[in-house]
């Protein structure tokens, strides 16, 4: 499904874009709880995932590459979660959060998930995308 | 009309948003062209107002107001260009908001709906109250 910027991200971006508040750079998370983004949601929304070998990954200023254009988007490599060991647990999507604040930017839905971690060398790859508009 | 933010204030914002770019205050101008905003507009397909008296306004953090909810509104305190003498009258259609760089990079641009306003004497002022909604 398309990403959701909560009003509470919402907040946050407006406070970046108008200079209250500084940026920050971001921290990618999965989230094992089946829920759809909302726009109420806010960090504590998200259950996120503690399956053997996920790590949240860090996503800084030059991480993203952004193309300017109608619409303009940014974009970050692709970024992968790597199970350790024989377990089993389901991801539903990815969220967005800056990494000091722990507050979160965007969530999204896996549109065809969830995806079931069991394996030891599983892989779950996102490529966060953004588009402007 | 609506504000249109333009395709490069659309860039500046996203640099900013994951911290590509370093934080800036905005900058308040006038225009005097009969211009239409448009997603490929820079600060030079505008002309910004010339009359004496006339200089851009900085609008900086504190000044901004932001209310969450369904849509996140932010609003800045009232801002008002009076003029003064010479240079009169001018015709303003609208109003930019620039990074406070120089060469003022457009942000965003809005033109006035029941606009033009022609300042015609002296003490004649034009205010505005500039609004940002995420959605």
Known sequence: MTLLVPNAAEDVMLQNILNKTAPQNQTLKLFKNN???AETDTEATYTEADFTGYVPIALTGASWTI?????????????????TAVQSQNVFGYY?????????????????????????????KVTPQFTGE | MSLVVVNAGEVSILELLFNKRAVFDTTLHLFTSNTTPSETDTFASYTEAT?????????????WTITPGNPTQAVATQQVYTAGGPGLPETIFGYLICRGNPGHPLLWAERFTNGPYTLLQAGDAIKITPKFTGE
């Open chain 1, 35 to 37: 829920i759809t983004p």
């Open chain 1, 67 to 83: 193309t300017p254009g109608n619409p303009t988007s940014a974009a970050a490599a692709e970024q992968t979660f790597t199970s």
């Open chain 2, 51 to 63: 009359y004496v008296g006339y200089s851009s306004l900085i609008i900086t953090g504190t000044d």
């Open chain 1, 96 to 124: 967005v959060v800056q990494t000091t604040s722990g507050k979160i930017l965007w969530a999204e839905r896996f549109t065809n998930g969830p995806y079931l971690v069991q394996n030891n060398g599983d892989l779950v």
